[in-house]
């Protein structure tokens, strides 16, 4: 294998084919995320759920575990460092990843139609969350050295701008990826009324991996870069997983993070069965649909956002975005079957995700240390996505005890179910964790 390039031996023509091959890559990616959408998991457990009686009651808690799943396989991402330097590169160990974690999703197509034949719903059930659970642990471990190997490759003042644009490869992908779902494959592969539950999914399933593999191949047009290897690896790299602790901004922004994750966590759930209760399982096209809007608002606003991170900051974006968004929960506490464009409202107010999404990356990037950019990176998605697994884990496990429960509203006279406290929970939640990002811009340096 050719000798990793130095940044500064690569010809700025060829880091623009670079630059390039990064973009097109995400929007293969996308492709694959769209046809293989999360939506369609949850939707396909809930089926499996609403088909045998024993396991309705656990529904919450199948559901949070199918979402909790790739978030705990998230921890794992601070062992990156240690593969990457087993492996020697960064580009071979992200191009293997990427190759390899497809091949756990061709495995719910195949299993699902075998152990649905079984007396109990139980080992089908366990058998997707744990595939789901195996191919999002391979791409992240993956991902990060990607992020790691783009970050070298391109200039810091541009970041901000390279990712926005990549967030618009990401989403134009998966805008394309969801209407492969949703419109084209159900008209070239129609579903007859008797089939199984699960016949609608094995389709956009199978093709989203292919989509996924073939993401790979405009990375191999990409240099490696040589990157600060530790001299005793395993022991300086162990260490290394623990540096972000005392760098203060960097872990500022790993808190508020963390503080928002935790709001999304508890509401996950229970979105997740009011999408289903509104629009059940030959409807979830129209849940796809929704996702579509808020990838389309997204992808329109994400070139403002980079601009607006170079002219404004990223924590003051982040800020902005996350007001806005935080109304989305409020949009779930008013949805009823007869007001259910309350969720497109909602959808709506989650474009500006893209503002939180870029801005927290880069700034993720940018306040890593250079010589342990691959360690810092992999700290702040295992810590920030841990806490939103555990968050999902217990509003799931709450949605199934206090299913029937409903909590009297002081001083008004109303009562609220579990879901509605949630919601309002999480409005407030999102809508205060400006407050966290104060310290981070303390003593005054614009982030």
Known sequence: MARPLSIRDIPKNRRRVAIRAAQHNGFLWGIGQGLLNSMMIRYLLIDICKTHPE????????????????????????????????????????????????????????????????????????????????????????????????????????????????????????????????????????????????DRYLVPATLGGLFKLASVLPLLRMPEIAWHRTAFQFAGRVAQMFAPLWNRRFMGLVVFVCWINLANGLTQTTQTSYNYRLFPGEEYSVIILFGTLTQTGQLLLSPMTGRAITRFGNAKVIAASMALVSFGSLCYFAATPGTRYFLALAAAAWVFWVGVNVATLNLAVGLARPDEKTAYIAFYFAVTTGVLALGTIFGGSLADRCRDVTFAVPLTGATWNYAQLSFVLSFLMRLLSGLWLIPLMWPGKRL
Request: aromatic share 16%; charged share 10%; with cysteine.
């Open 55 to 198: 396991t309705l009651a656990l529904e919450g808690t199948v559901v949070a575990w199918a979402i909790a799943g790739p978030r705990l396989a998230g921890l794992f991402r601070v062992f990156a460092a240690v593969l990457v330097d087993w492996f020697g590169s960064r580009k071979r160990f992200c191009i293997g990843g990427l190759l390899f974690a497809p091949l756990f999703v061709g495995l719910i197509p195949l299993g699902v139609p075998r152990l649905a034949g079984w007396d109990s719903p139980i080992p089908v059930l366990a058998f997707v969350i744990a595939a789901w659970f195996a191919y999002h642990l391979v791409e992240y471990l993956a991902m990060v050295a990607f992020y790691s190997w783009v970050g070298d490759l391109v200039p810091s003042r541009a970041r901000g701008r390279f990712f926005a644009w990549r967030q618009c490869w990401l989403l134009a992908g998966t805008l394309l990826g969801a209407y492969l779902a949703t419109r084209l494959l159900p008209e070239l592969f129609p579903v007859a009324n008797d089939a199984p539950v699960w």
